[in-house]
Structure formats: C-alpha cells, structure tokens
C-alpha cells in the first residue's frame, strides 16, 4: 500500500478465502455493470460450470484430493484418514459406479475418434483393479481407431488380447499384428511365433501372399542375425 510512504506486506490466506475475494470481485463488477456480458459474467460462468465438474470428479472417485477438499474441511475431517474401511456393499457400489462413469468415457471417446484417450480410460480402470469389461466389437472399434492414428505399439497389445479371447475368425487380427511386430517393432522372432498360429486356410489370397511376404522377411532377417529382445512386453 502507499500512503506518505511504501510498503510491502506479505501475509498467508487459505485458497478458500482467496476464491472468496475473487468471486466477490467478479459479483461487484457483475452487479455494476448490470448483469451485461463483460469478463466478470464469463468468470462467473467458467466457476459454475468447473464447480459442477469438480464435484462430480471428486464424488465419482476420479480424482483424489487426499482428504483436503472443500467438503472435508467443512467437516473438519481435512487431512485425516477414513478410520474405518469401506464395507463390502460400499466397496461394490463404488467400483459399479466407477465402471459405469468409465464405460461411458469409453464409448464417447470411441465415438469421437480419441481412441488414445479411450485406451488411456482403460488402463486407468486397470490400475484401479476395476477393468472395463470390453466385447469383441468394442475390442476391435479400439484396434482400428489406434490404427487410424497409427498408434502400432499401443495397439499391439490389444490385438493379442482381442484373439486370445475372441480365437474365431482372429486370423487376419493375427497377421496384422504379425506385421506390426515385423515392420514397427522389429521383432522378426515374435513375428514367426504369430504366424506359426494362423490357420491360412480361413485366409484371403491377398492375405495369403502378405502372409508368406513377412514370413519370408523375418526368417531373412533372423538368418541375418537381427537382434531381438528377448520377452513378453510390447
């Protein structure tokens, strides 16, 4: 402040209060200039909206405040851990509820074409012990859209689950992941391994000839001494 002279203070709020001063100032200047569009009214707006968001993150599980939000400092449970576990019920219909948040993410990030997104929900059900449940139509929509975004190596493992689990009328999953594994991850072993499973029977004639192609391909590159290494990961 300055008055007859200058000086600085410094002193410490809590960021409830903060938001407070802030969501006065915007209401005044709202208030002054009568309601009209203005900075203020788009602050006003953008809080609404981001509370509305920030509450249904917090209360379906998908973010983790570690006990300091709003709603636990009103209690003044702020910092404290819960004492007493979740009982089995309250276990079930939060990882129901979870799953149903997460599979509706899912879906719409498919339909959007975010399918690296929609991976992203995935995993992070996996993580959380809670995996989506995906059938052999949502397995594929996921393959395709990683496909579209040339997203090879994340798509990989998706491939081999979508044909270990869904094994009829998997050979031509199978042999694009035999070719993602030659061309993209350079493993000419694990290429040999795909193919040696593929029934070419219940192949194309387009499929066949790209079939012998890697075939021929990786055995050179294994001849040739190509480097590989040697495990389960993608």
Not at 27 to 35: K, M, V, Y
Not at 67 to 79: E, Q, R, S, Y
């Amino acid at each position: 402040f300055f008055f007859l002279f200058f000086r600085v203070y410094t002193f410490d709020i809590s960021i409830g209060v903060l938001s407070a001063i802030y969501l006065g100032l915007d209401l005044t200047e709202c208030f002054l200039r009568g309601g009209a569009v203005g900075s203020s009214l788009l602050h006003l707006m953008g809080m609404a909206a981001g509370a509305v968001l920030g509450v249904v993150l917090l209360k379906r599980g998908f973010v983790d405040c570690e006990n300091w939000d709003l709603f636990a400092v009103v209690k003044g449970t702020h910092g404290k851990k819960d004492s007493d576990p979740l009982t089995k019920e309250e276990t079930e219909r939060r990882d129901q509820s979870q799953s149903i948040d997460a599979e509706r993410m899912f879906r719409a990030c498919l339909e959007s074409n975010q399918s690296l997104k929609a991976l992203g929900v995935r995993k992070k059900m996996i993580d959380l012990g809670n995996p989506l449940d995906l059938n052999r139509k949502e397995l594929l929509a996921l393959i395709v859209g990683l496909h579209k975004q040339q997203e090879w190596v994340e798509s990989a493992p998706v491939m081999l689950e979508l044909f270990e689990r869904f094994p009829d009328g998997s050979e031509p999953v199978r042999l694009k992941l035999a070719q993602i594994c030659l061309v993209e991850l350079e493993r000419p072993s694990r290429t040999l391994e795909l193919l040696e499973k593929i029934d070419t029977q219940n192949l194309t004639e387009k499929q066949k000839t790209m079939f012998r192609k890697l075939q021929a391909v990786a055995q050179r590159q294994i001849n040739d001494g190509a480097l590989e290494v040697d495990d389960e990961a993608w």
